[in-house]
T-cell receptor
Framework: GQQVMQIPQYQHVQEGEDFTTYCNSS?????IQWYKQRPGGHPVFLIQ?????EVKKQKRLTFQFGEAKKNSSLHITATQTTDVGTYFC????????????FGKGTLLTVNP | NAGVTQTPKFRVLKTGQSMTLLCAQD?????MYWYRQDPGMGLRLIHY???????AKGEVPDGYNVSRLKKQNFLLGLESAAPSQTSVYFC??????????????FGSGTRLTVV
C-alpha cells in the first residue's frame, strides 16, 4: 500500500535556529497536507498543497510540494518555543481522495 | 461552533469489556474517521465513513466496529477490549472543496487503557 515517510523522526534545535522536515511518498499524490500536534494535544490542520512545485508561506513556515508531487517539505525559520510539537504530513491513500495516510511525524523540541 | 467533540476523554477498561466511543461534529461534514495513535506508529486509520449510513474499513479495523446512523455522529465500538487496544483514539471530519478532501478537523481524543 501507499506509504508516506517522514524524516527526521526527531529534531532538537536551539531557539532561533531553522528547522526542516521532509516527507516522501511511494506514489504520486493529488495533494499533500501538513498538521501540527502539540504535546498532549490533537493534530491541527496547517495547510494543503495541490499544485506541482507549489510553495506556500505562513509567517515563519514555508511549505513546498515537489515537482513530481511525491515529496514535500516544511521549513520553519528562526524557531520559537511555541513551535514545539510533532509535525505530520499526510496524503490521500489507496487511490481514494476520501482518506489520508499520515507519516509518522517529526517531533520538534526547542531549547530556549 | 464546537467542531468535533469526542466522549469520553479518558477510560480504563478491563480485558473483555466493551465500550463505545462517541464522535459528534457540527460542521455538516460528509466524511468522518477514526484513527488510533500509538508511540512511534503515527496515526493509523481504523474505520471511516463517506456519508450517513456508510462505513468502510481502514488500515487497522480488527476488533472494532463503527456506525454512522446520523450524519453528525460516528460511533466506534470495542466489543471485547484487549490490552493491544490501549491507545489514544482520534475522531476527525472533513469535506471536499473540489480538490480532494480538505484538512481534517480532529477531536481532542480519547485516552483508553485496557488492563
Amino acid at each position: 500500500g501507499q506509504q508516506v515517510m517522514q524524516i527526521p523522526q526527531y529534531q532538537h534545535v536551539q531557539e532561533g535556529e531553522d528547522f526542516t522536515t521532509y516527507c516522501n511518498s511511494s506514489t504520486t499524490l493529488s495533494n499533500i497536507q501538513w498538521y501540527k500536534q502539540r504535546p498532549g494535544g490533537h493534530p491541527v490542520f496547517l495547510i494543503q498543497l495541490v499544485k506541482s512545485g507549489e510553495v506556500k508561506k505562513q509567517k515563519r513556515l514555508t511549505f513546498q510540494f515537489g515537482e513530481a508531487k511525491k515529496n514535500s517539505s516544511l521549513h520553519i525559520t528562526a524557531t520559537q518555543t511555541t513551535d514545539v510539537g510533532t509535525y505530520f504530513c499526510a496524503g490521500p491513500s489507496g487511490g481514494s481522495n476520501y482518506k489520508l495516510t499520515f507519516g509518522k511525524g517529526t517531533l520538534l523540541t526547542v531549547n530556549p | 461552533n464546537a467542531g468535533v467533540t469526542q466522549t469520553p476523554k479518558f477510560r480504563v477498561l478491563k480485558t473483555g469489556q466493551s465500550m463505545t466511543l462517541l464522535c459528534a461534529q457540527d460542521m455538516n461534514h460528509e466524511y468522518m474517521y477514526w484513527y488510533r495513535q500509538d508511540p512511534g506508529m503515527g496515526l493509523r486509520l481504523i474505520h471511516y465513513s463517506v456519508g450517513e449510513g456508510t462505513t468502510a474499513k481502514g488500515e487497522v479495523p480488527d476488533g472494532y466496529n463503527v456506525s454512522r446512523l446520523k450524519k453528525q455522529n460516528f460511533l466506534l465500538g470495542l466489543e471485547s477490549a484487549a490490552p493491544s487496544q490501549t491507545s489514544v483514539y482520534f475522531c476527525a471530519s472533513s469535506y471536499d472543496r473540489g480538490q480532494g478532501i480538505y484538512g481534517y478537523t480532529f477531536g481532542s481524543g480519547t485516552r483508553l487503557t485496557v488492563v
